[in-house]
């Protein structure tokens, strides 16, 4: 089993078709303030134990797919679809990717917990200010010390805050000693406004679509556990949010592997991930959206979805200038 580090993980999230995020669960015991799906330690989870087991089967017959990442929610706090999709997702030859708020590290850690961590590439342990009420540094610590031990690399991920660096390099220098790079590594990201954090973070800059460039996520679709698949990794797509055009419902592991293959065909998605969007809106269908201005490359793949629903050439178009899929 290969060892992703975060640049081996960008990389094959950029391919289209070479990955796919398992949504296991809307249940998180942390509950934090500023979660970008709404998770709760009394939210949604697996119910329909047949449909899922044909989501993960499906997933696992994928042969485009080389790895799987594993979110929610938090994987952790959903025990049995959580071994049944590592199990089945590591059998199949595929990497797989967790990513948890590591509130499950004990000073023991648990035999299934442990089973998890041996048949996955790379564990990414969020931490940040909002966390350390219910994952404090000491857990955090034993999370990344099991994870390591299991034979997991390890990213800690971590929001952008003033010492935040520091307090994640210093916690993985005390778990895994003074050559921690070898096994680990962070990574400093940008709060989400999305679910909860539309209350806690600011309102973006709005920015000109000449200034929004490609989306390279546009070929890494996210699987939820109750049979919603969606074309993207957007957090406000995935828990509801935006055009019906990036959102199918499936009943079955040969209704999943269709979805994904339109998904990974859809041309306005295709266009959005290698075309910049000051180029997308040069096209006759699209010239409407060039005085738009938005937070991010979401906002216009939104409504380049939404002029596909009512009609017109654009799809069309798109498809004979990006030729066929890969």
């Known amino acids: 089993m290969r060892r992703l580090r975060l640049a081996d993980i960008e990389r094959l999230r950029r391919a289209r078709g070479r990955t796919v995020l398992l949504y296991l669960t809307d249940r998180c015991p942390v509950g934090c303030a500023h979660c970008s799906v709404g998770a709760l330690p009394a939210g949604p989870r697996i119910t329909d134990r047949a449909l899922f087991e044909e989501i993960v089967a499906g997933i696992a017959a994928e042969p485009r797919v080389e790895a799987v ?41 648990p035999g299934w917990i442990t089973g998890v961590l041996e048949r996955s590439s790379t564990i ?44 994640a390099r210093d916690v993985l220098a005390e778990a895994l000693g003074g050559d921690w790079e070898r096994q680990a590594e962070v990574n400093l990201i940008t709060p989400l406004r999305a679910g909860r ?72 998605l295709r266009a959005v991930g290698s075309v910049p969007a000051d180029g997308l809106v040069r096209l006759p269908p699209f010239a409407g959206l060039a005085g738009e201005r938005h937070p991010d490359v979401c906002g216009l793949c939104w409504r380049l979805h939404e ?20």
Not at 70 to 99: I, M, N, Q, W, Y
Not at 127 to 141: E, I
């Open 69 to 109: 990442a594993v979110s929610g929610g938090e994987p952790f706090a959903e025990r049995r679809g959580l071994v049944l999709a590592v199990d089945a997702f590591a059998d199949a030859g595929k990497d797989v990717v967790l990513f948890t708020s590591g509130h499950w590290a004990a000073d023991r850690c």
């Open 197 to 268: 954090g539309r209350e806690v973070f600011p309102i973006a800059r709005h920015r000109a679509v000449s200034e929004l460039g490609t989306c390279p996520l546009t070929g890494s679709p996210t699987v939820r556990y109750d049979g919603v698949v969606t074309g993207c990794c957007n957090e406000s797509v995935i828990t509801g949010g935006g055009p019906r055009g990036l959102r199918r419902r499936v009943t079955g592991a040969a209704e999943l592997r269709d979805a994904l293959a339109a998904f990974r065909a859809d041309p306005l």
């Open 124 to 167: 990414v342990l969020s931490t940040d200010a909002f966390h350390r009420a219910a994952v404090g540094r000491t857990r955090f610590g034993r999370a990344v010390a099991h994870a390591a031990g299991a034979g997991c690399h390890v990213i800690a991920q971590i929001l952008d805050e003033p010492g935040a660096a520091t307090f």
């Open 307 to 326: 002029m596909a629903e009512t009609g017109g050439d654009g799809p069309r178009l798109l498809t004979a200038l990006l030729g066929d899929p890969p």
